[in-house]
């Protein structure tokens, strides 16, 4: 058993899962019986869908519906939708929209949910937006700041202070332990539109941004520390706390995002309702690989 894991008391269900945080199955021990609270990582609206959503979201879905139909567990199935990001906010000037990047989010919201559809997947029990969310977020950051284990720059963002985190006795990453030495994915987990000074402003090089200080011609919104956006990480921590509480039984998403993304998620939670295991299982779908060699 992984020293970062233990297995969670409650109702035993009879199914196997493949965690990802022991890399290998165990059965899955749910919190309320005959019901699975359920995360899944939702699609940044900036462009079409493509191959690799539909292995993700077919797979879970398939999951699901053996849960659901097979072993009579009420999955209650979350699914957010990432409608305010750099990748959006590029999107909308190349478009000339400027600001207005719901131009863009509900175009390609719509198109992703319809192809889903055309897929068979089922909808999910609640599909919240970020932007819908940003008093929870906010909230959600300022108790992370109030526990100890986020701080305000001098310039408006907030950042997560990973020596306080495991000074107090957790341990990140727990689903990438080797991706502390990924510098490539720490950067891109910042977003493509980071300032180079926010680099300075941190305490600690692998500190991770929770609230981003908006610069001019980008969207923003009023919080404690002054006008700015939610960063990439703090929306799904949040949002699933808003709906699931302070503990998943499952959350799931592309291979691709268990670090610094899911390992981020994991270390937010655990900040923000100071429990030691916020997700009890992950899983992850692998990646499509598409080979021209025929």
């Known amino acids: 058993m992984s020293e970062s894991w233990s297995e969670p008391a409650g109702f035993r269900t009879g199914i196997n899962v493949s965690n990802s ?15 699975v609270k359920w995360y899944i990582c939702g699609p940044t609206v900036y462009d079409c869908s493509h191959m690799g959503h539909a292995r993700t979201y077919v797979a879970f879905d398939t999951v699901r519906r053996i849960m659901e139909a097979w072993f009579g567990l009420d999955v209650d199935y979350i699914m957010n939708i990432t409608d305010v990001d750099d990748k959006i906010i590029k999107r909308s000037a190349e478009r000339g929209f400027g600001t207005e990047i719901a131009k863009i989010s509900e175009k390609y919201e719509a198109e992703f949910l319809a192809d889903m559809r ?10 919240p937006r970020v932007t819908t969310h940003m008093d929870a977020i906010i909230t959600f950051i300022q108790t992370i700041i109030d526990n100890g284990f986020g701080y305000a720059a001098p310039s408006g963002s907030v950042y997560f202070n990973i020596k306080a985190f495991l000074e107090a006795g957790h341990t990140y990453p727990k689903l990438r332990p080797d991706g502390i030495n990924d510098q490539a994915a720490l950067q891109e987990g910042e977003g493509a539109l980071t300032s180079e000074a926010a680099a300075s402003e941190k305490l600690h090089d692998n500190d991770f941004v929770l609230w981003k200080a908006s610069k001019p011609d980008e969207p923003v919104w009023q919080s404690p520390w002054g006008e700015g956006r939610p960063g990439w990480h703090i929306e799904c921590s949040a949002i699933s706390h808003c709906i699931a509480g302070k503990v998943l039984d499952i959350h799931t998403g592309g ?9 981020n998620e994991i270390a937010q939670s655990e900040a923000h309702s100071l ?16 080979s021209h060699s025929y």
């Open 118 to 127: 055309s897929l068979g997947v089922k909808d999910a029990t609640h599909v």
């Open 255 to 263: 291979i691709d995002l268990q670090f610094p993304h899911h390992d």
């Open 21 to 35: 945080l022991l890399k290998k199955k165990c059965e899955l021990v749910t919190q309320e019986e005959n019901k």
């Open 275 to 290: 429990v030691g295991q916020a997700v009890n299982y992950f899983m992850h779908a692998g990646m499509v690989l598409v």
